[in-house]
């Protein structure tokens, strides 16, 4: 089992910058692949950024160019870099992992955080 917990979330104006981090803890083989998903109410979690542990990555076409993931291994951190932020980013942001990129990047990895509220507004 893996262990998530989020941190970085706030507030911030249109075009500003946020870190999200997320520290993993427990049994690295479920933390092979991680992911950052957003919701915000009434909405489906949606994949934002996709990680595994050597170092492949996927976005979202909504966050390609403004988001960078990134990853850790030596201290099962992920972090996702979130600039030119826009109103539409405003969500509650998850972080995922999972023994698989698969399961991950489908929704199907069962390990998530608590969640990080990111609101963009002026």
């Known amino acids: 089992q893996v262990q998530l917990v989020e941190s970085g979330g706030g507030l911030v104006q249109p075009g500003g910058s946020l870190r999200l981090s997320c520290q993993a803890s427990?049994?690295?083989?479920?933390?092979?692949?991680m992911a950052w998903y957003r919701q915000t109410p009434g909405t489906q979690r949606e994949l934002v950024a996709q990680?595994?542990?050597?170092?492949?990555?996927n976005y979202a076409d909504f966050v390609k160019g403004r988001f960078t993931i990134s990853r850790v291994n030596a201290n099962n951190t992920m972090t996702l870099q979130m600039n030119s932020l826009k109103p539409e980013d405003t969500a509650v942001y998850y972080c995922?992992?999972?023994?698989?990129?698969?399961?991950?990047?489908?929704?199907?990895?069962?390990?998530w955080g608590q969640g990080t509220r990111v609101t963009v507004s002026s």
């Open positions: 995922n992992s999972g023994s698989t990129r698969t399961a991950v990047v489908n929704g199907a990895a069962p390990y």
């Open positions: 427990g049994n690295i083989h479920d933390s092979y692949a």
């Open positions: 990680i595994d542990r050597r170092g492949l990555t």
